[in-house]
């Protein structure tokens, strides 16, 4: 085995995690396997998770007939599964992990799951940093001292059902964006709606199919302005450089709820100028946005898995609307000097091929985007190369090679993982992988 090369890591049947003793790591690119370069791993970011893959032999490379194999057995004859990396928020992964499928496996749950592998006495993965913002890094987080902000803000605020709603995020999801809210710094949610105009695939708040479990409730009471109010203008007023976000994990599509958010952003900028008001939506009903612009909002984020009509329809399974009503709200928050930021769901093997990369870039261009955050995709690797059918995947060049590209076509785009503050607006930021990129050009 080459020294340079990772290990595969496996798991045995009651959850433990093993690297394998002759396999060497292997990794899936969308299209095909092969094996990862020694610059493209780094170790496993704190915070990540490990998670054992049911019903998914792991694959791994054998060195001396350089053939792929299955590690099917363990050394007493016990099965083994696959393992997956789940990396920390702010981190981006380049593959996803190399398993072969059983039949009658079970969906995965959704989450992102990456290739891991073992070198040099710790786990490793393939993943880029794209956000240098610490905001989500777990070892900022001490629950006690978020639980005694949570008593302390329900005690000055007993009425305010959005905090209510915001205390169950923060202590039973452990949402990073309620916890800041607690915590009294960075950027703070305000969930509104509680029904959708979209039925996404990877949805992790309302999931029909049995066989995915969704990560969270989502909200079942729409909020009230007044509610909203009150967290927004306390949030901006306590915290420099502040941000406050409709649109949130927790709940449906905000824009459903237009004239609470409007009467939401009039009541925050008549009560004070600080700070940023954003929206995170899939940006569906264009004249709301414009309405909501022309009443003080500052940003907004728009959420797509692809800037082609099939396969942005193939996953979002939208309502009354189209990939095109998307682009005219992007529009209409650029054409009124608005920040446009892109949540772009990023999924090896579909996000980097040519076809997308140009889609995106002429989405980029015509909606005077000024930010692409680049977020991995949750969802069954399978389940979603299925839903989107023939064509999706085709040549993928890789996701470092992929982010060097928009931003050359793009030398002002900034790259990140969280929604700014306004010190950092018309700054392009550093480039990830940015060491990478010569040995992708070399190869």
Same mark, same amino acid.
């Given at each position: 085995?080459?020294?340079?090369? %990772?290990?595969?890591?496996?798991? &045995?049947?009651?959850?433990?995690?093993?690297?394998?003793?002759?396999?060497?790591?292997?990794?899936?690119?969308?299209?095909?396997?092969?094996?990862?370069?020694?610059?493209?791993?780094?170790?496993?970011?704190?915070?990540?998770?490990?998670?054992?893959?049911?019903?998914?032999?792991?694959?791994?490379?054998?060195?001396?007939?350089?053939?792929?194999?299955?590690?099917?057995?363990?050394?007493?004859?016990?099965?083994?599964?696959?393992?997956?990396?789940?990396?920390?928020?702010?981190?981006?992964?380049?593959?996803?992990?190399?398993?072969?499928?059983?039949?009658?496996?079970? +969906?995965?749950?959704?989450?992102?799951?990456?290739?891991?592998?073992?070198?040099? /006495?710790?786990?490793?993965?393939?993943?880029?940093?794209?956000?240098? +913002?610490?905001?989500? &890094?777990?070892?900022?987080?001490?629950?006690?001292?978020?639980?005694?902000?949570?008593?302390?803000?329900?005690?000055?605020?007993?009425?305010?059902?959005?905090?209510? #709603?915001?205390?169950?995020?923060?202590?039973?999801?452990?949402?990073?964006?309620?916890?800041?809210?607690?915590?009294?710094?960075?950027?703070? =949610?305000?969930?509104?709606?509680?029904?959708?105009?979209?039925?996404?695939?990877?949805?992790?708040? &309302?999931?029909?199919?049995?066989?995915?479990?969704?990560?969270?409730?989502?909200?079942?009471?729409?909020?009230?302005?007044?509610?909203?109010?009150?967290?927004?203008?306390?949030?901006?007023?306590?915290?420099?450089?502040?941000?406050?976000?409709?649109?949130?994990?927790?709940?449906?599509?905000?824009?459903?709820?237009?004239?609470?958010?409007?009467?939401?952003?009039?009541?925050?900028?008549?009560?004070?100028?600080?700070?940023?008001?954003?929206?995170?939506?899939?940006?569906?009903?264009?004249?709301?946005? %414009?309405?909501?612009?022309?009443?003080?909002? &500052?940003?907004?984020?728009?959420?797509?898995?692809?800037?082609?009509?099939?396969?942005?329809?193939?996953?979002?399974? =939208?309502?009354?609307?189209?990939?095109?009503?998307?682009?005219?709200?992007?529009?209409?928050?650029?054409?009124?000097?608005?920040?446009?930021?892109?949540?772009?769901?990023?999924?090896? /093997?579909?996000?980097?091929?040519? %076809?997308?990369? +140009?889609?995106?870039?002429?989405?980029?261009?015509?909606? /005077?985007?000024?930010?692409?955050?680049?977020?991995?995709?949750?969802?069954?690797?399978?389940?979603?190369?299925?839903?989107? /059918?023939?064509?999706?995947?085709?040549?993928?060049?890789?996701?470092?090679?992929?982010? #060097?590209?928009?931003?050359?076509?793009?030398?002002?785009?900034?790259?990140?993982?969280?929604?700014?503050?306004?010190?950092?607006?018309?700054?392009?930021?550093?480039?990830?992988?940015?060491?990478?990129?010569?040995?992708?050009?070399?190869?």
């Amino acid at each position: 085995m080459s020294q340079a090369a %990772a290990r595969l890591v496996v798991a &045995d049947a009651q959850g433990h995690f093993l690297d394998h003793p002759t396999l060497e790591m292997l990794v899936w690119d969308g299209e095909s396997l092969r094996t990862p370069l020694r610059e493209e791993l780094i170790q496993l970011p704190k915070g990540s998770d490990l998670f054992v893959l049911p019903g998914r032999r792991p694959l791994g490379l054998d060195p001396e007939t350089n053939e792929i194999s299955a590690a099917a057995e363990g050394p007493d004859g016990e099965e083994l599964f696959a393992v997956s990396a789940f990396v920390a928020p702010a981190y981006v992964r380049l593959y996803h992990p190399a398993y072969e499928t059983n039949p009658g496996a079970p +969906d995965l749950s959704l989450y992102a799951y990456g290739a891991v592998g073992w070198l040099n /006495g710790r786990l490793y993965t393939a993943a880029v940093r794209v956000d240098s +913002d610490q905001r989500q &890094d777990p070892y900022r987080f001490d629950i006690d001292l978020i639980r005694k902000r949570v008593v302390a803000r329900r005690l000055a605020k007993p009425a305010n059902q959005t905090i209510r #709603h915001l205390e169950h995020c923060a202590l039973v999801y452990h949402c990073r964006a309620a916890q800041n809210f607690f915590l009294d710094r960075w950027e703070a =949610p305000l969930p509104a709606a509680s029904t959708c105009n979209a039925a996404c695939l990877g949805c992790i708040s &309302d999931q029909p199919d049995d066989n995915v479990t969704a990560a969270h409730t989502r909200m079942k009471i729409p909020a009230r302005a007044d509610d909203l109010i009150e967290v927004a203008v306390d949030h901006l007023e306590r915290v420099d450089n502040a941000v406050v976000s409709f649109g949130q994990g927790c709940e449906g599509e905000p824009l459903v709820q237009g004239p609470v958010l409007e009467a939401t952003i009039r009541g925050i900028r008549a009560r004070t100028s600080r700070g940023i008001i954003n929206l995170n939506s899939n940006a569906s009903l264009p004249k709301v946005v %414009a309405r909501l612009a022309d009443a003080g909002l &500052d940003a907004i984020r728009i959420s797509i898995n692809s800037a082609r009509s099939p396969y942005y329809e193939r996953y979002y399974r =939208p309502t009354g609307y189209t990939l095109e009503d998307v682009e005219r709200s992007a529009v209409e928050m650029s054409s009124r000097g608005r920040y446009v930021a892109l949540n772009y769901f990023v999924f090896p /093997g579909v996000s980097d091929t040519p %076809a997308e990369i +140009d889609a995106l870039c002429g989405f980029i261009d015509r909606g /005077g985007v000024n930010m692409v955050q680049l977020r991995n995709l949750n969802i069954d690797p399978e389940l979603y190369l299925r839903e989107l /059918g023939d064509g999706a995947v085709d040549s993928p060049i890789g996701v470092v090679p992929f982010i #060097h590209q928009l931003r050359a076509r793009f030398p002002r785009i900034r790259f990140g993982y969280f929604n700014p503050p306004r010190t950092r607006y018309g700054r392009p930021g550093p480039l990830p992988g940015a060491k990478l990129a010569p040995l992708y050009a070399a190869g």
